[in-house]
């Protein structure tokens, strides 16, 4: 038997998703990363003794990863080339790929992975703003680190300078080390992989893009181990607000929804009034019918003026 639904429980549907919403929203994201990197520049002094601070802090706990991995990939050109297409690439492209996977077959989950993923972003770009870190590929040689990028840049499309295209490089913040959102956009996939690929294949894209792109950051010198590890942070903080920030914007839409719907009702009726001064209806008429104000005294409400116009001399008789 079914049961009756308690008055006042019911869920709303949310709003459906269109591509023509969704596309500005992931591009506004985008440009706000990009713009984000370019004008949280700091002071370059500043960022280098960041930079040498969490290389202290690394070699203190012996977790300095990335001299050896760095060390390979300039010795093994066969490693060095791929990771520098991969750290330049992948994340303009995986990470959208798999955004539009979840809105065409995982609609149902899309809405909170994609405000997960924008609120991460613009927690990250807070750490850029706040922390500028030189990356240990634009240390002095003294440090032991080789920068990949200018050392193969003759095989890719990116310059010597960044992993902006050939003359951009001024364009770019090279010092938005910290975190690292390569490693976080790939953790972000990799949990989209893993919780609704569906396949094995899926869920181990899902394990090795984010700990090849960890290696990857490392091995080409633009990140220190915690510039992953903070990336990573970032994305734990992100998916802990991403439902009370999806529930403000619903709060707010629903606000900006019934400020419109009440407006256009609010001005019709003030403006459209049928009835005149002198007119008087009763229930269920559409149009009032005229009526006479000295009408008999034993006119019905309903009876049509000639009616109280005979009652007038019986009543006299």
Not at 149 to 177: C, D, I, K, V
Not at 235 to 252: F, H, Q
Request: charged share 15%.
């Amino acid at each position: 038997m079914p049961q009756a639904e308690t008055p006042g429980t019911e869920v709303n549907p949310p709003t459906r998703l269109r591509w023509w919403t969704e596309l500005p929203l992931i591009l506004l994201v985008y440009a706000s990363y990009s713009a984000g990197r370019l004008l949280a520049r700091g002071d370059v002094s500043d960022a280098v003794d960041h930079g040498l601070a969490v290389l202290r802090l690394e070699k203190l706990l012996h977790i300095n990863a990335e001299h050896p991995m760095n060390r390979l990939f300039t010795r093994e050109a066969w490693l060095g080339v791929p990771a520098d297409f991969w750290y330049a690439s992948l994340h303009y492209l995986v990470t959208p790929v798999v955004l539009v996977w979840l809105f065409r077959r995982r609609a149902e989950y899309y809405r909170a992975a994609r405000t997960w993923l924008m609120t991460s972003t613009f927690l990250g770009l807070i750490g850029f703003t706040l922390l500028p870190t030189c990356p240990p590929r634009l240390l002095s040689p003294g440090y032991g680190f080789v920068d990949t990028m200018a050392e193969y840049s003759s095989y890719g499309w990116w310059g010597g300078q960044a992993s902006a295209p050939r003359g951009l490089g001024g364009m770019t913040n090279q010092y938005a080390a910290m975190p690292s959102l390569h490693v976080g956009w790939a953790l972000w996939c990799g949990v989209m992989l893993w919780r609704y690929g569906g396949t094995r294949w899926a869920k181990a894209a899902g394990v090795a893009y984010p700990l090849l792109t960890a290696i990857v950051v490392m091995g080409t010198a633009n990140h220190y181990f915690l510039d992953g590890v903070a990336g990573a942070a970032v994305m734990g903080v992100g998916l802990l607000l991403a439902r009370p920030v999806m529930r403000a914007v619903e709060a707010v839409r629903a606000r900006l929804r019934a400020r419109f719907a009440s407006a256009p009702d609010t001005s019709r009726a003030a403006g459209s009034s049928i009835v005149s001064g002198g007119c008087q209806t009763s229930t269920g008429e559409r149009i009032p019918r005229q009526r006479s104000s000295h009408a008999g005294l034993g006119a019905e409400p309903g009876a049509s003026p000639a009616d109280a116009g005979d009652g007038a001399p019986a009543a006299a008789r």
